[in-house]
């Protein structure tokens, strides 16, 4: 059951919302009270961004709401997330910094990992000041 979506269809005389000026926030339940949870959402996000072609936006840490070790399972979703096409994050990015720039690096988008050493050193000063 396929469906096409488009923003681009204007009625006349009036203004459409440039596609990238659009944010969707897939809601993100917690797999510690549904498992499929994760599954969901990141489908989600495939389906929203190959049909529309948007901005996806989520609160990453949801995902690990009641669980131990949340940090663990907030970095596996957020790689999860981003692969699978999430644009921006509600979430620590003093916990989670350096695994969203590990994430653009592996996808090939930090040209000879740049933007990660730099990040990695300016945290490696911050923390000897």
């Known amino acids: 059951m396929s469906k096409n979506y488009s923003l681009n269809a204007t009625p006349p005389n009036e203004q459409r919302i440039p596609t990238e000026d659009v944010v969707i926030d897939p809601l993100v339940l917690t797999v510690g009270a549904d498992s499929k949870a994760g599954v969901v959402t990141l489908q989600t996000i495939e389906m929203v961004r190959e049909a529309l072609g948007v901005n996806i936006n989520l609160g990453a840490s949801n995902v690990s709401f009641g669980l131990p070790e949340r940090h663990t399972i907030n970095q596996a979703f957020l790689s999860l997330a981003i692969a699978?096409?999430?644009?921006?994050?509600?979430?620590?990015?003093?916990?989670?910094?350096?695994?969203?720039?590990?994430?653009?690096?592996?996808?090939?988008?930090?040209?000879y990992a740049g933007r990660y050493i730099k990040h990695y050193r300016n945290l490696v000063a911050e923390n000897e000041s």
């Open 84 to 111: 699978a096409g999430a644009t921006c994050a509600i979430t620590d990015p003093m916990k989670l910094s350096m695994t969203i720039r590990a994430v653009d690096l592996l996808r090939g988008r930090d040209d």
